[in-house]
């Protein structure tokens, strides 16, 4: 029964995000086992649903930017925690080291961001987001809210906590050594 209901909302969701073509690709996917043997089906729902947002996240801020989605974050983690080293970006943004490194250096030379060293560490570097950074992530941020409300809305109250709780069972069996 429970997974029964998590794939309807699987399918909801993804309803919302794909055109026909790729809903139906996706759907045969789901029914199909045999995809990826020996694999657990939530896992690889969990999987595809994962890689299809990210990807049609990416597409909104490829259309509406100049940025991509390690740029964006950067961006975003700067707003909110302030100025901070490379390595606090790296654990809040939770992209990898050379993602984030190559992310910060063309936003410095684009000045969306800007740097100086640490008091702390000389071998360091402190980063802020710029006027410039901070008025492309404002312009950006309602196109992207607006994308994780589509995403949201297509459930109703009750399916987002019957979700909520599926994926939190799921992260749960995840995290455990068994």
């Not at 996706?26 to 990826?36: F, P």
């Not at 947002?53 to 990416?58: A, D, G, K, N, V």
């Not at 980063?127 to 992207?144: D, Y």
């Amino acid at each position: 029964m429970f997974w029964h209901e998590f794939l309807i909302n699987i399918h909801v969701l993804t309803y919302i995000l794909v055109n026909t073509m790729e809903l139906q690709f996706l759907d045969n996917l789901l029914v199909r086992r045999d995809y990826t043997p020996n694999t657990s089906l939530a896992v690889q729902v969990n999987h595809r649903l994962a890689k299809l947002t990210f990807s049609e996240l990416e597409k909104v801020i490829k259309e509406n930017s100049e940025l991509n989605i390690a740029k964006w974050r950067v961006l975003v983690v700067l707003h909110h925690i302030g100025s901070c080293s490379q390595k606090s970006i790296v654990e809040s943004s939770k992209l990898d080291q050379a993602q984030i490194s190559r992310a910060l250096k063309v936003l410095e030379n684009e000045n969306f961001v800007h740097s100086h060293p640490s008091l702390r560490d000389k071998r360091s570097r402190v980063f802020s987001i710029t006027s410039k950074g901070n008025e492309c992530r404002a312009a950006l941020q309602s196109k992207v809210d607006k994308y994780h409300q589509r995403i949201t809305d297509c459930l109703t109250e009750e399916e987002l906590q019957l979700y909520v709780s599926l994926s939190t069972k799921i992260a749960n069996a995840a995290l455990r050594n068994v």
